[in-house]
């Protein structure tokens, strides 16, 4: 079993910049962040997985170059670091992990998610 709690969403300006944390109980091989905004369907952000070498981020093309994904194995937590924000990018943000997905960017792939936290991103 994983349990998952995501923080440090908050209001920010335009360009700039926030840090999400995932924190996980339990072991997880692929971590992946997604958004929702009101009124629209889940959106996939990024994800990264360990492919037995080395962790492999993965990107949607909206937060390409803007959004970072990282690990911190030794305290098991997951990151999301997000530069130059957009007005675009408000949204409530939830990280999901599975042991193995075939479609990380497909929500319905993972089987944990976290509460998710709320991101607003002021013009």
């Known amino acids: 079993q994983v349990q998952l709690v995501e923080s440090g969403g908050g209001l920010v300006q335009a360009g700039g910049s926030l840090r999400l944390s995932c924190a996980a109980s339990?072991?997880?091989?692929?971590m992946g962040w997604f958004r929702q905004a009101p009124g629209k369907e889940r959106e996939f952000v990024g994800a990264i997985a360990w492919s037995g070498i080395t962790w492999n981020p993965l990107y949607a093309d909206s937060v390409k170059g803007r959004f970072t994904i990282s690990r911190d194995n030794a305290k098991n937590m997951g990151y999301l670091q997000m530069d130059n924000l957009k007005p675009e990018d408000t949204a409530v943000y939830s990280c999901a992990a599975a042991s193995r997905v075939g479609a990380p960017t497909a929500p319905y792939e993972y089987n944990y998610w976290g509460q998710g936290t709320q991101v607003t991103v002021s013009s």
């Open positions: 339990g072991r997880t091989y692929v």
